[in-house]
Nanobody, 126 residues
Framework: QVQLVASGGGLVQAGGSLRLSCAAS????????MGWFRQAPGKAREFVAA????????YYADAVKGRFTISRDNARHSVFLQIDSLKPEDTAVYYC???????????????????WGQGTQVTVSS
């Protein structure tokens, strides 16, 4: 059973940066893709970014393009989310997720992911 542990959140001022990490453990880990989602208070969980584990192809929500960068370290079974130029509207709990099997559809769909981390809080002050 794969376990995902997200870390790196915190309180930052607008314009600042954070680097979120998600480490996988608990056995053989070779997902098809990894994703980051976020959930602000009172709102639905939304897609942020995704990366195909082997190919390295990346995908972003329009709201974060140019400010967020997803990357992975296959050897360390980890995925990262570099967040720059933070805005107050980026305040949310950020979750990482893994998709185990090959998939031809959109990686922005929450329901396709099999395993989820516990989330890490990002708070941006204005």
């Amino acid at each position: 059973q794969v376990q995902l542990v997200a870390s790196g959140g915190g309180l930052v001022q607008a314009g600042g940066s954070l680097r979120l990490s998600c480490a996988a453990s608990g056995g053989s880990f070779s997902p098809y893709a990894m994703g980051w989602f976020r959930q602000a208070p009172g709102k639905a969980r939304e897609f942020v970014a995704a990366i195909k584990w082997l190919a390295g192809s990346t995908y972003y929500a329009d709201a974060v393009k140019g400010r967020f960068t997803i990357s992975r370290d296959n050897a360390r079974h980890s995925v990262f989310l570099q967040i720059d130029s933070l805005k107050p509207e980026d305040t949310a709990v950020y979750y990482c997720a893994s998709r185990r099997r090959y998939y031809t559809g959109s990686l922005s769909v929450r329901a396709i992911y099999d395993d989820w981390g516990q989330g890490t809080q990002v708070t941006v002050s204005s």
